[in-house]
């Protein structure tokens, strides 16, 4: 152990010694004074009849011991030091990487204020439960960085938290297995065993295979645990464009995107490495600790070195203590000892109250908060209506997560005629009311919570203007209820859209309904018409060769020609017009022929034509080309299909 020079953990107490030399004066006064009052009283003679038993010295004796022993319990509150001892503690804790995804998803407006900020509050959370344990940061959307290196400074970590948006990352998308390759990078360059990935994301994996990259990590002793941050209705993107407007985020077809929370996904991920899922809320970083990272094994993160000062509070006290024994030591009739004694009692009661203050705000630095919380609370017991100790027990019961036990003891504080306690408690009543705001199932609730920490952050700001936190969080408390205002009117749209869609698809279908019924009516009647046409066309081609068997042959080049085009099975054959003269048509047999034409394939073409016109009816090889066309279209349309489909690029 090596030697320093006396110092003292609570300084201010030596103000009281200042009050010895006071008390000395005000004693012998009163010693002279009465003795005074006496001599003018009783005379000489009977002076030493009355007063004889009583020893000035001694008297003189027993107001120096307990002026001692008053010295003694001050010096021993001011807690001197002398001397400190070198401890060497093995640092012992775990490993944890926190990936946070900052896609364009997580701007999405389902969980108040948005996931991203939502994603934040909760990092933070977790932060205050690890304690001793090295602490990494990821970020990730289409690709994974590594924002800090497992370190024991959470104030570094907290920096590079704040400082992450949806830009620190370029490449747009959602690759959870680039997070876990990054979070075994980081895990490979560190010294502890025992390791934990926590996850924040919405699940919308849209790049690679986040669950073969966690088997592979399950190997190197790393357990995964995802936090769901989303609705399973999902929401749509709001994004800024070019020119400031307000917009959403759109896929290749220019359809808003609707992200959506995968939590099937999520706890794949998690039980694959023998981690589990659980989706955001006011209890989420709690239940990751206590559930999760903390029954995992500790490993020595490191030998630290720390100075610790010896405390010397008993050599005063022992002091104070002795000397107020040989006080009340019979044999002095003095009547100043009882109003001496009741001043040590006092100050008795004093210590043992600032004694609990004292371990409480130890403890509340060490991070005990609920064991800080029950020293208050034995306080309060002893004085009731002490502010300081009411805004610390609040402040404790913060920490602990019991938010409406805090609001009772920041109300009480309230009453405080210290403007700077008031200030302080409506600040803190207002944090506590967001968070029971946050905490609340209905949009009601929440909306009364978040009216009233309104109110408390202004009554702090009406105390000290300069607050620029109380400014802040109102500023921010303000935001959210608009939010969750819109919220509503959007979902009270979404109903009535999904009303509306509803009515026009029945609508859609009696219309359809109506369409195929006229449909079937107009095929009964075409197929009634073509079954009056057909006996017709069977009566006319058996009255034709008659007619060419009574007429003589004339023209047999132009007939032989037209005979030519009758058995041609590519181009349909004319039926008569009114007032020619079909001649030889049945001299097709013959073996010479004449070869058509240009001029009698042109007319027989015109011909066929005006038979068609006349007919109303669609030839054979006219239908075969308008089948070909439409499987060529048909054709064009799957391929157009099948390229859009390729190159739809999702960065949300």
């Known amino acids: 152990m090596e030697t320093t020079p006396l110092t003292f953990g609570n300084p201010q107490w030596l103000w009281g010694l200042v009050l010895l030399p006071v008390l000395a004066c005000v004693y012998l006064w009163a010693h002279y004074r009465s003795r005074t009052l006496i001599a003018k009283i009783v005379a000489p003679r009977l002076r030493s009849q009355l007063a004889g038993s009583v020893s000035v010295p001694r008297r003189v004796l027993r107001a120096l011991l307990l002026l001692l022993a008053l010295a003694g319990v001050i010096l021993a509150l001011a807690q001197p030091r002398y001397g400190f001892i070198e401890k060497e503690t093995k640092q012992k804790g775990r490993d944890v990487v926190i990936a946070l995804d900052t896609s364009k998803s997580m701007l999405a407006t389902d969980i108040a204020p948005d996931r991203l900020t939502r994603a934040k509050l909760f990092s933070q959370d977790l932060l205050r439960f690890l304690k001793g344990d090295r602490v990494g940061l990821i970020a990730f959307a289409g690709s994974a960085f590594l924002q800090a290196p497992l370190t024991l400074d959470y104030a570094a970590v907290t920096n590079a938290l704040d400082e992450m948006d949806t830009s620190v990352i370029p490449m747009g998308g959602t690759n959870m297995a680039a997070a876990i390759a990054t979070a075994r990078e980081a895990f490979g360059k560190a010294e502890g065993q025992t390791r934990a990935l926590v996850i924040l994301t919405d699940g919308e994996e849209l790049d690679a295979d986040g669950i073969a990259a966690a088997k592979q990590a399950t190997s190197e002793g790393i357990r995964i645990f995802t936090v769901g941050i989303g609705s399973a209705a999902g929401s749509l993107i709001p994004v800024r464009t070019q020119d400031g407007r307000q917009d959403f985020v759109r896929d290749a077809s220019g359809k808003p995107v609707n992200s959506k929370l995968d939590t099937a996904r999520l706890n794949e991920i998690a039980q694959a490495t023998g981690g589990f899922f659980v989706n955001i809320g006011p209890d989420a970083a709690k239940e990751i600790f206590q559930k999760g990272i903390e029954p995992m094994e500790l490993t020595e993160n490191g030998v630290f070195t720390s100075r610790q000062p010896v405390e010397r509070y008993q050599w005063p006290l022992g002091v104070a203590v002795f000397c107020l024994m040989l006080s009340v030591l019979p044999g002095d009739r003095s009547r100043k000892v009882p109003l001496v004694l009741a001043m040590l009692a006092s100050l008795i009661t004093t210590t043992t109250m600032s004694h609990a203050d004292t371990n409480g705000i130890q403890e509340y630095k060490a991070g005990q908060y609920e064991q800080a919380e029950a020293s208050f609370e034995k306080g309060l017991q002893t004085e009731p209506d002490s502010r300081p100790l009411q805004f610390n027990a609040g402040a404790a019961a913060y920490k602990s997560g019991k938010f409406d036990q805090a609001i009772s003891y920041f109300t009480k504080a309230l009453l405080s005629e210290d403007k700077k306690l008031r200030e302080e408690a409506s600040y803190n009543l207002a944090n506590s009311l967001v968070r029971t705001g946050e905490a609340a199932q209905e949009n009601e609730a929440k909306k009364t919570a978040w009216e009233s920490a309104i109110e408390h952050y202004s009554e702090a700001l009406k105390l000290n203007p300069e607050n620029k936190l109380a400014k802040e969080n109102r500023e921010m408390v ?89 058995n041609d099975p590519k181009s349909p054959s004319p039926s008569p017009t009114p007032g020619d003269k079909k001649e030889g048509e049945l001299k097709s047999s013959k073996p010479e022929e004449p070869k058509p034409t240009p001029e009698n394939q042109k007319q027989a073409q015109e011909e066929a034509g005006a038979e068609e016109e006349k007919a109303g009816q669609m030839s054979p090889s006219q239908a075969r080309a308008l089948l070909n066309s439409l499987r060529n279209e048909e054709e064009k349309v799957n391929l157009m299909e099948q390229q859009t489909s390729q190159e739809v690029l999702r960065d949300w």
């Open 478 to 566: 303000e935001k959210l209820l608009k939010d969750l205002e819109k919220q509503e009117q959007q979902d009270k749209k979404d109903q009535k859209d999904q009303k509306d869609q509803k009515d026009q698809k029945e609508d859609q279908g009696k219309d359809q309904e109506k369409k195929d019924q006229d449909q079937k009516e107009k095929s009964g009647d075409q197929d009634k018409n073509d079954s009056e046409q057909k006996p017709e066309d069977k009566k006319e081609s058996q009255k034709d060769p008659k007619d060419s068997q009574d007429k003589k042959p004339q023209e047999p080049q132009k007939n032989e020609g037209n005979s030519d085009k009758k």
